[in-house]
T-cell receptor, first 110, second 116 residues
Framework: RKEVEQDPGPFNVPEGATVAFNCTYS??????FFWYRQDCRKEPKLLMS???SGNEDGRFTAQLNRASQYISLLIRDSKLSDSATYLC???????????FGTGTRLLVSP | NAGVTQTPKFQVLKTGQSMTLQCAQD?????MYWYRQDPGMGLRLIYY???????DKGEVPNGYNVSRLNKREFSLRLESAAPSQTSVYFC???????????????FGPGTRLLVL
């Protein structure tokens, strides 16, 4: 099993839609998790950190299910500007390194 | 604060040529990282430096060397470039949290390298 797995998409949604991505991880000892956003030809930037059961920031909600070892990202009321690739990130065993998923691409259309 | 800076932004090399990618951070972070990103492969760790004076191999270190010059700077060297090293290279820095959890990594803008 890969350390981090994501559905590559793309997810095509209209403006205003709600969309959710899932990410599964294999390191059961991980305590912190991250969602990064990467725009085309740009560097990844932190979107949200998840340290306990979940986190919410405006239209974005991240949830953690430790028993099933998956993290989800929910985006409500999608905007055109949400179009990007979303990377699920989990600490590697030993915690000094992060393991990045291959990303889920989101396309929001008018 | 500039955050994480990388030079150059673009580079074209011929097979066998050498070059050094430079990275600097002004956030006083202890840890620094070099990644490469290829289509469909995601970000893969090449080397990292947990603190000044230490470096360790990541997932794909072959063909690369690194130097942690001081706390601010972490360079990546390709001694003899190969077409398989055509990629986008990102440098990042971070700090470990007090609880031992990995904190946010901040990325530079990337270097696009083409090896012919």
């Amino acid at each position: 099993r890969k350390e981090v797995e994501q559905d590559p998409g793309p997810f095509n949604v209209p403006e205003g839609a709600t969309v959710a991505f899932n990410c599964t991880y294999s390191n059961s000892a991980s305590q912190s998790f991250f969602w990064y956003r990467q725009d085309c030809r740009k560097e990844p930037k932190l979107l949200m950190s998840v340290y306990s059961s979940g986190n919410e920031d405006g239209r974005f909600t991240a949830q953690l299910n430790r028993a099933s070892q998956y993290i989800s990202l929910l985006i409500r009321d999608s905007k055109l500007s949400d179009s990007a690739t979303y990377l699920c990130v989990v600490p590697h065993t030993g915690f000094q390194k992060l393991v990045f998923g291959t990303g889920t691409r989101l396309l929001v259309s008018p | 604060n500039a955050g994480v800076t990388q030079t150059p932004k673009f580079q074209v090399l011929k097979t066998g040529q050498s070059m050094t990618l430079q990275c600097a951070q002004d956030m006083n972070h202890n840890s620094m990282y070099w990644y490469r990103q290829d289509p469909g492969m995601g970000l893969r760790l090449i080397y990292y430096s947990a603190s000044e004076g230490t470096t360790d191999k990541g997932e794909v270190p072959n063909g690369y060397n690194v130097s942690r010059l001081n706390k601010r700077e972490f360079s990546l060297r390709l001694e003899s470039a190969a077409p398989s090293q055509t990629s986008v290279y990102f440098c990042a820095s971070s700090e470990m949290g007090a609880s031992g959890n990995q904190e946010t990594q901040y990325f530079g803008p990337g270097t696009r390298l083409l090896v012919l």
